[in-house]
């Protein structure tokens, strides 16, 4: 039981450590634009 | 990675469009920031790949004044954040130089981002996020926790459940309590009373203690069905995107001239009758108006499809939405904005709209039978179990399991999941659909209506015949051509090519022609009876003329082009069994030859606006058009078409628009959407089947949690599995068709 009392919370966390880092990414606009994103990485970037 | 470069999109370019060039219009549309910038959105309908990408922002970042620029491919368009004082006509002017077309956007059309998908990807984190955690205590118990343990794990689960289920089951609720309101039902009535049922009685099991709970369920049943209502809401979002990057802004204003001389641009409802408006070159007339300044040619194709332009003479009416093509002119404004013509088509699109018997959605009508007989079916096992059995509880769970296996998780993704994977098909040929309705109503037509010119006709002219006495008199057309904007002169010179004759004195003659001297003789290219031809029996003969002396001594003959299948595709119709129309508002001969042309047998000419909608509205009709003057049939007919290059409004009331030239779009679609059709009925059946096996287990009291869940997942995987073949037998070919005509285009 005492394993349980650690692993629960763990678990638990660390899934809303994951939904907490997709609705933040959300927010940020990461899925504004899906298709220029696959695109930019073709890009070199040279500004400094 | 392949870049095709600009240039392979059938849209035209109007280079005189006003609104862009102008600075003071510009800056009433932006957006302002408060630090002394302000945003503009363009539509870059063009750009498809990194190099685009790179070459926009490129070349609108090294401009003065601009602090930034992004592209967002997704959307096609360019955000621009540039200083208040910098001159915002530049940035569209930019664009085109680095090679795109471009043309600003409304921002209070078209507000930023999507709130409505915001909210279902939340919900769908969080109901994904519910179901996950609650699935790894529910193994825990299903291999055999019991006693305290069980409890805990079941209390856990609530804990997350209940919000989640608060959280992601709003966008059902609220649906569900919609229709309820006004006494309809719809697939959301009984998704919303298994999920409220099941979760309330999971609740009372973990309070009491119980051994089964069924929030792992609950949040997957939610789970499940938000993955289908998201990629159906992603499925229209895209469509109506593209349609409304495709889309050029309307006259959203005009320039009043003030008695004072003054100018000013206005907003288009702050336009009265009475005020005089000055139309640039390429602008288009906000209000219907009557002309005040001397004859001028105005561009209708907007209106009617028509691309010859239509000569006004001073103290006419100039129609809301006709572009101007020699200016500038004066005009005084007759009606405000809301009595103008656009807004009187619009009206009648409504009436046209609340008029049509709107067949209900498949999914509708399987979900109103359904509903009944699950809740039925729910009850009667709680009464027969309890009165029989004498053991209420058992009675209760036995119920609910039966709520939770029929939940229409299998139902509720069996048709979305289908128009889903249709629409992503269509797209890839270039066809936008605007929602599954759409598609149903589609494969059910029973006859298919053209209308001419722009739909099965290019909708310009094309030079099919020149006849001239020499080369002296080419070479002077070439020139005179060349020396006028008018589409018939264009076509000219772009088939006689360039000229080294030297003119003088050119001048333009609106509705008339050009004149110009060379070597003391006056030659004029125009109108027929302009050039001296003489009328035949009182009417003016057709064709454009060339005279030198006032002696007629050539004549050029046009001809609207067909599109190039036509012929074939209106054949593909027949071959599925629908009859094809011709209905269009033009003359008589012109619309017999075209009819000829692509093979239809019958065919209407010089319809009206309303004539067209009363043809269209009988039977169940496709409807294919362009015009403004095809709005209202499109609204009114059962299902409509209309390719990317038709008015807006004309555009915005079809349910497919296709881009690209070829009108095998046509029939592909009527193809697919009878496909989907097909597997839409496998899928109820699959769904229908599955529930006869799995209601009676759940009657008997055999369905344990574990169970449910497990028959819920597989009867949603076969469903999808089923509507992925739509894709996977002939969807290949037609891709490969849509590259190599692409191609064709560019070359």
């Known amino acids: ?48 | 990675m392949t870049c095709c470069g600009p240039g392979n999109m059938v849209a035209v370019e109007s280079d005189a469009s006003a609104i862009e060039n102008d600075d003071a219009a510009l800056n009433a549309l932006s957006r302002k920031l408060g630090d002394g910038t302000a945003q503009l959105e363009f539509a870059v309908p063009d750009a498809h790949c990194a190099a685009c990408i790179r070459t926009i922002e490129t070349a609108l970042g090294s401009m003065d004044g601009v602090r930034s620029a992004r592209v967002n491919l997704t959307r096609r368009r360019v955000r621009v954040n540039y200083d208040l004082a910098g001159r915002p006509s530049e940035l569209a002017a930019a664009i085109r130089a680095s090679g795109y077309h471009t043309y600003v956007l409304d921002p209070t059309q078209d507000g930023d981002g999507d709130p409505v998908f915001g909210e279902m990807v939340r919900a769908l984190g969080v109901a994904g996020f519910a179901a996950g955690n609650i699935m790894l205590f529910s193994v825990s118990v299903w291999s055999g926790a019991d006693a305290a343990t069980r409890d805990l794990f079941h209390w856990i689960s609530a804990i997350i459940a209940l919000p989640a289920i608060v959280y992601s089951g709003r966008i059902f609720f609220r649906s569900a309590w919609r229709a309820l309101r006004v006494g309809k039902t719809n697939m959301d009535v009984p998704i919303s009373i298994g999920v409220i049922l099941v979760t309330a009685l999971s609740l009372l099991e973990t309070l009491n203690s119980g051994k089964h709970a069924y929030f792992d369920g609950a949040t997957m049943l939610l789970f499940f069905l938000l993955i289908g209502r998201t990629l159906d809401h992603v499925m229209r979002e895209r469509a109506r995107n593209a349609i409304s990057g495709l889309a050029r802004l309307q006259p959203r204003g005009g320039t009043i001239v003030r008695p004072d001389g003054s100018r000013d641009y206005v907003k288009l409802d702050e336009i009265q009758p009475g005020m005089e408006l000055e139309i640039k070159a390429g602008e288009r007339v906000p209000v219907d108006s009557r002309l005040i300044s001397t004859g001028s040619s105005f561009d209708y194709s907007i209106i009617s499809g028509e691309s010859l332009p239509h000569h006004v003479e001073s103290g006419e009416t100039v129609i809301a939405g006709a572009a101007c093509l020699s200016g500038p002119v004066q005009v005084v404004a007759e009606r405000a904005a809301p009595d103008s013509y656009l807004s009187r088509m619009a009206s009648m699109m409504d009436a046209a709209e609340t008029a049509k018997t709107k067949p209900r959605r498949i999914a509708d009508r399987a979900s109103s039978v359904y509903a009944p007989i699950v809740h039925t079916i729910a009850i009667t096992t709680f009464l027969a179990w309890g009165i029989f059995g004498g053991d209420w509880h058992a009675a209760l769970m036995n119920a609910v399991a039966v709520l939770i296996i029929t939940c229409p998780c299998a139902l509720a993704l069996a048709v979305p999941i289908v128009h889903v994977v249709a629409a992503g098909r269509l797209f890839e040929r270039g066809i936008l659909m605007k929602d599954g309705a759409a598609l149903e109503r589609i494969a059910e037509i029973d006859s298919v209506a053209f209308d001419k010119t722009g739909t099965l006709t290019r909708g310009n002219p094309r030079l099919v015949a020149a006849s001239l006495p020499d080369d002296a008199a080419t070479e002077m057309a070439a020139a005179l051509a060349s020396a006028s904007t008018h589409p018939l002169s264009k076509a000219i010179a772009h088939s006689l090519g360039r000229s080294p004759a030297a003119l003088a004195a050119v001048a333009e003659f609106p509705g008339k022609g050009v004149e110009a001297r060379a070597e003391g003789v006056v030659w004029r290219l125009g109108s027929p009876l302009w050039c001296g031809v003489p009328a035949v029996d009182g009417r003016e003969p057709s064709g454009v003329w060339l005279s030198r002396d006032a002696v007629a001594i050539g004549n050029f003959v046009f001809e609207d082009e067909v599109r190039p299948d036509a012929r074939q595709s209106v054949n593909a119709l027949k071959t599925l069994g629908l009859p094809v129309r011709l209905l269009s508002g033009d003359a008589r001969l012109a619309v017999t030859l075209a009819a000829e042309a692509t093979g239809i047998a019958e065919a209407r000419a010089g319809l009206a606006p309303e004539e067209k909608l009363v043809d269209v509205a009988r039977g169940r009709t496709l409807m294919v058009g362009d015009g403004i003057n095809d709005a209202p049939a499109l609204r009114a007919a059962y299902a409509s078409m209309a390719p990317s290059s038709a008015a807006d409004i004309g555009r915005n009331a079809a349910d497919f628009v296709f881009t690209g030239e070829d009108l095998g779009a046509v029939p592909f679609v009527i193809r697919t959407a009878r496909g989907a059709a097909r597997i839409v009925v496998q899928n109820l059946a699959i769904a229908i089947g599955y529930n006869a096996i799995a209601v009676p287990l759940a009657i008997s009291g055999q369905v344990t949690p574990l169970i449910a869940a497990v028959a819920m997942s597989a009867s949603s995987l076969i469903v999808v599995a089923n509507a992925l073949r739509l894709r996977l037998g002939s969807g290949r070919k037609p891709l490969q068709n849509h590259k190599i005509s692409l191609q064709e285009r560019t070359a």
């Open chain 1, 1 to 48: 039981m005492s394993g349980l009392a650690l692993l629960i919370p763990i678990a638990i966390l660390m899934g809303l450590g994951a939904l907490a880092a997709f609705m933040w990414a959300l927010r940020a606009g990461q899925y504004d634009d899906m298709d220029g994103a696959s695109q930019r990485i073709f890009e070199e970037d040279d500004r400094p």
